[in-house]
């Protein structure tokens, strides 16, 4: 797979981190020892709860569980890639890479986590990669999967303790996906002064589901 302008294959790219690598495909096992064997241990246990999280939200609202489970699985993949060596990356890939994205790379990991699920786990399904490449943002149009996975990882983050609006993410889960969603953008868009970067993905969210939340 030849990617980017400067003839660089992903396979190349991404070369020191699937080294030593023994693959068995089985998808769970094998994200996780890719995970450990890049001394990212805390990622594999956050990946394998997100996993968890979206089969339970997906059963919930009659959605393919195992599709769920494999984007939870797969969405933070891209961990394995320093912060700061992150945006450098998806262009040499050939991304685009958003103004915010260069400011603030961590958002950048969607995007490349999407790109790592199918060159190295071989991910065709397209309902997988469209959830893992807006898990952190989510995006306008997005769709029930990627509503499963968005909501999936804010229920499990990856910081210590439970997360402060948890108890309001659960309980819009009781009425709808996209109730669940828009309680979790809007307590970021409450304190959005304080962020680093507004990922137009994230802006395009909030304005379309603030149309079903008119609270
Ligand atoms: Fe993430
Ligand atoms: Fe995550």
């Not at 699937?18 to 996780?32: P, V, Y």
């Not at 991304?95 to 071989?122: C, G, N, T, W, Y």
């Not at 659960?170 to 009425?175: D, G, M, N």
């Not at 137009?200 to 149309?211: G, H, I, M, T, V």
Request: aromatic content about 8%.
């Amino acid at each position: 797979m030849h990617l980017g302008g400067g003839g660089t294959t992903l396979r190349e790219v991404l070369q020191s981190y699937t080294t030593h690598f023994q693959w068995t495909g089985n998808l769970e096992h094998d994200i996780t020892t890719f995970l450990l064997t890049n001394n990212h241990p805390n990622t594999a246990v956050h990946a394998q709860k997100v996993g968890q999280e979206a089969e339970r939200i997906a059963f919930k609202y009659y959605s393919d569980t195992k599709t769920a489970k494999a984007a939870g699985l797969l969405h933070d993949i891209s961990a394995v890639i320093p912060p700061n060596k992150r945006a450098d990356v998806a262009e040499e890939l050939g991304l685009e890479v958003l103004k915010e994205e260069k400011i603030f790379p961590l958002i950048a990991h969607q995007k490349l986590s999407r790109v790592m699920a199918e060159d190295i786990f071989a991910i065709t399904n397209e309902e997988i990669l469209s959830a893992v490449e807006c898990h952190t943002t989510l995006k306008k149009a997005a769709t029930k999967m990627d509503k499963i996975l968005f909501v999936a990882d804010k229920i499990e983050w990856d910081q210590p303790g439970a997360p402060p609006y948890l108890n309001t993410i659960s309980s819009q889960l009781e009425v709808s996906l996209e109730h669940a969603a828009f309680a979790y953008i809007s307590y970021l868009w409450e304190r959005k002064e304080t962020l680093k970067v507004v990922h137009p993905w994230l802006r395009d969210a909030y304005n379309e589901l603030k149309q079903i939340n008119p609270h």
